[in-house]
């Protein structure tokens, strides 16, 4: 007998060459082996005698080969098998190309199961089977009036799995090895009974059975709910261990200082909303504490994020220690300093930028426009130096301020906006050595603020973010109107066009993104922006400025780049109102803020899903003047039209989340979890009873056992999971 862990390539039957092709299936123990799931189930469970077979029907005969040959077509050089078979009753043809392994097998005088769809041809249209399944039976039920499966049979006769497959390696192939171990391991159940009892859910093995081969849908469907609920739970239980264990770390206590804050909140230029005040409420409030915060600020495009990250960064600051604010982008990375800056002038702290390719530093910047300012700059060196003795209070950056060289006095608070926009190592980053401060006797490391403009439907935060607490802003600053949002078909170009001409015209000015190109090469998108911009500028606007921007600008300035604007330079003239239009590609996404823009013109809108749309729209609508949003479509297909109005129905961008989950699945979503999560926990994801009862199990089972000790299938299980997915 095996074990799940037993490993393939040391298992004499299999082989070497086997093992290895296994292996690239991602496929090297028995374990998975037997959770290589099926994606779908041919259902052949319709038995018939032949002479019943009607055209376009997917069935299953039993019968004896009369006669059999192969020969090559004449065209295309392909292998042509043809088999008669007869019941007593009737005889069909079965027909394959290039036939698959069982098929080289066959021989007069062999009794058969086929299983496939009926097609007609030739000259009478003559019904024929088709490219069916096909297996060696013996003669037992043929003939009878009730044809019975032949209970060895894999691909024929049943719910017949159909695997992710591989060279060399069919899904005949996989349902025969599948079997064969499935029978030969010792498979314990490392979710323990009480649970599976009170879950209703049934055991692994039988589970284990049933997904590949089910004997109907129900004992499908039981078997997919255990897998989900399995999944689900493993997950819950290591996003509560993880959490328990950055509880167990110690940070530095943030006094609130509260007269200060009120101070500051006054001397802001808007009133905050509630939901902003609760958010950074339950912020301040977690900065208080001995344990590190790890919070998760999630807040639709211009819903004030930034106010509440600065009044959490200001408190931190104002008790003297410092602060890192991250940025996915350097374009994102300037805006924020700028805009912190400013938050912050009268202050008295120093807040520096640091990006891969400029470091400033901005001590108590006076000027509201920050064009107008020629601002210090320091050499990197000089800014390295003053964030380790402690003269930077607030270091806003790129991921440039995660490399090891960068050392802060007593960093106490990091706050990453649009966090799903760091790769998994750079978060990873963010908890180790580099950041601690040495606080004498106690090691502290510093709170964690997250952020995220992409609304993610409650259910999928919790599944994913189980980890975190979570600060959700559910509201827009007052007085901000809704953008008017419509889809547009090819045919009603010019009247938007014209639209644009008039607002142009009014002082107002439109970004125009454009469409995903097929190929994700950066060259080819750069040449579809490229031209746009180019017949834009001759064939439709001639008389406006037009600018372009794509991911291949230097993000260096164009004088330390030679000529060359950069994204930045070029975002900052589009500002400056240098342009009237903007034309780019999707690098316009993140964050930026232009509130004199008011159209936002997307091109190609159905390669977009939704949220990305909505993120695109988040760009206008951010000033005093009525904004627009208008979907291009390149064609007039039904659905895509459809999944497109929903644009304009609504501006809530959890609404839209939810509706993209529906549509698309939670796997655009999952920024956090990387590829190979099965798809069977993907489907999970969306069920709201499921993710909260394998929680509920999951606290249940920690709070008996914290460490699991009584249960070490179940900690080894949950070891494995970690390789697979990041956590926060
Ligand atoms: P996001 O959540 O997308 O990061 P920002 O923080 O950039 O949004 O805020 C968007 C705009 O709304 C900014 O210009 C900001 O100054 C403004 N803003 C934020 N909060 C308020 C408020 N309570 N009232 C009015 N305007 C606000
Ligand atoms: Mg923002």
Known sequence: MFSYSSSLSQIPSIGKSLAKKLTSLGINTIGDLLYHFPFRYDDFTEFRQINELEVGQTVTVQGQIVKISTTKTWKKKMALTEAHVTDGQGQIKAVWFNAPAPVRFLSKGKYVQLSGKIA???????????????????????????IEASPRSTSTGNLAPVYPETKGINSYFLRRLIKTY?????????????????????????????????????????????????????????????????????????????????????????????????????????????????????????????????????????????VAILAPTEVLAIQHFHGLSRFFKNSGLAIGLLTGSKTELNCNINAE????????????????????????????????LLQQKVRFKNLALVIIDEQHRFGVNQRAHLQQGTLNLDDGMNKTIPHLLSMTATPIPRTLSLALFGNLNLSIIDEYPQGRKKIITKVI?????????????????????????????????????????????????????PEFKLGLLHGKMPSKSRSASGGAFSKEEIM????????????????????????????????????????????????????????????????????TTRRLKSMEKTNDGFKIAEYDLNLRGPGQFLGTLQSG????????????????????????????????????????????????????
């Open 120 to 146: 007609s041809g030739g000259k009478n249209q003559e019904p024929y089977f088709s490219h069916p399944n096909v297996e060696i039976i013996s003669q037992s039920s043929i003939g009878n009036q009730n």
């Open 182 to 322: 499935l029978g030969r391991t010792v498979i314990h159940d490392f979710i323990p009974r009480d649970i599976l009892e009170t879950e209703q859910l049934i055991d692994l093995k039988t589970a284990l059975h049933n997904i590949h081969f089910p004997e109907n849908q129900a004992d499908l469907a039981l078997a997919k709910q255990r897998f989900a609920f399995e999944k689900m739970f493993l997950i819950q239980l290591k996003a509560l261990q993880v959490k328990k264990n950055w509880e167990t770390k110690s940070a530095v206590p943030v006094a609130f200082d509260e007269p200060f804050i009120k101070q500051f909140v006054k001397s802001l230029p808007f009133a905050l909303t509630t939901a902003q005040k609760k958010s950074a409420w339950q912020i301040i409030r977690d900065l208080e504490q001995t344990k590190p915060m790890n919070r998760l600020l999630e807040g639709d495009v211009g819903s004030g994020k930034t106010v509440v990250a600065a009044m959490a960064a200001i408190s931190v600051a104002h008790q003297k220690y410092q």
């Open 369 to 400: 426009d920050e064009t107008a300012t020629t601002k210090p700059k320091l050499s990197k060196k000089k800014f390295l130096e003053n964030l380790e003795t402690g003269q930077i209070d607030i270091a806003i950056g790129t991921h440039a």
């Open 489 to 541: 078909p090819p045919k009603e170009r010019e009247i938007i066009y014209d639209f644009i001409r008039q607002q142009i015209q009014a002082g107002r000015q439109a970004f125009v993104i454009c469409p995903l190109v097929e190929e994700t090469s950066k060259m080819s998108e750069v040449k579809a922006v490229t031209e746009e911009h180019k017949r834009l500028q001759e064939e439709i606007f």
């Open 572 to 639: 900052q003239k589009f500002k400056n109102r240098e342009y009237d239009i903007l034309v780019s590609t999707s690098v316009v996404e993140v964050g930026v803020d232009v509130p004199n823009a008011t159209i936002m013109l997307i091109e190609g809108a159905e390669r977009f899903g939704l949220s990305q749309l909505h993120q695109f729209r988040g760009r206008v609508g951010r000033g005093e003047h009525q904004s627009y949003c208008y979907l291009f479509t390149s064609e007039n297909i039904g659905f």
């Open 677 to 728: 999560v099965p798809d069977i926990a993907m489907e999970s994801l969306t069920d709201v009873k499921l993710i909260q009862a394998s929680r509920l199990e999951a606290q249940r089972i920690l709070a008996f056992d914290p460490q699991l000790e009584n249960f070490p299938l179940l900690k080894q299980q949950i070891d494995q999971l970690a390789n697979m997915i990041h956590w926060e």
